[in-house]
């Protein structure tokens, strides 16, 4: 692989309503804005070579892929260790309530209710990174979560995880080399050695 292009899904219903949404099993499409851009997000990409998609579990993340590469035929590799952050006791509640345990706690502490402990979700990213960085395809779509897209976005920028995230804008894409990638993936695994804000 010789480069990524990295994009957060479009607007989905739930997230529009601000509802925690970690489950794929929950039904949770592209709201109506979020169609728009994920269209827009292919008027975007057209210019651009894409080899091969990689997406998640959850139904916003393939239907934001569906609708960016319409009238391509490119291959699509689902890795679920990419997933969004299991929300525990806060799915499908005001994501707000949840931010505000996680940004109280330690990466370390378990979320309540049978979520992921945010150190827990980074290692399994970290799995579905190495997923990613092992394909031979030349230009790799990743379409993702914010969660996931800006621990490793931060990390190529040399940036460790911290208790608060900035939000990462909806179906905007970001393009790196490989090796950029490959960095803050290292980053993230020694960060998992020691994990502290």
């Not at 692989?1 to 489950?23: F, P, Q, T, W, Y």
């Not at 894409?50 to 609708?67: P, Y």
């Not at 911290?162 to 695994?189: F, I, M, R, S, W």
Request: hydrophobic content about 40%; overall charge negative; glycine content about 10%.
């Amino acid at each position: 692989m010789k480069r990524v292009v990295l994009v957060r899904h479009a607007e989905s219903v739930l997230g529009a309503d601000g509802i925690a949404n970690g489950d794929p099993r929950v039904a949770n499409p592209l709201s109506a804005a979020g169609v728009e851009q994920a269209r827009a997000l292919r008027a975007i990409l057209d210019g651009t070579s894409i080899d091969l998609c990689v997406t998640t579990d959850f139904e916003r993340v393939r239907q934001t892929a569906d609708l960016a590469l319409e009238g391509r035929e490119v291959p699509r590799l689902g890795v679920a260790d990419l997933n969004e952050i299991r929300y525990g006791k806060w799915e499908g509640e005001p994501v707000a309530d949840y931010l505000g345990w996680a940004w109280t706690h330690g990466p370390v502490d378990p979320c309540p209710g049978g979520g992921e402990a945010r150190v827990d979700a980074a290692r399994r990213n970290v799995r579905g990174w190495g997923t990613v960085l092992a394909r031979e395809e030349e230009t790799v779509l990743v379409v993702g979560h914010g969660f996931v897209l800006r621990y490793v976005l931060d990390a190529v920028r040399g940036r460790t995880p911290k208790a608060t995230l900035d939000q990462l804008p909806l179906a905007e894409p970001q393009l790196l080399p490989v090796e950029e990638l490959a960095g803050g993936v290292e980053l993230l695994a020694r960060w998992l050695e020691e994990p502290t804000w």
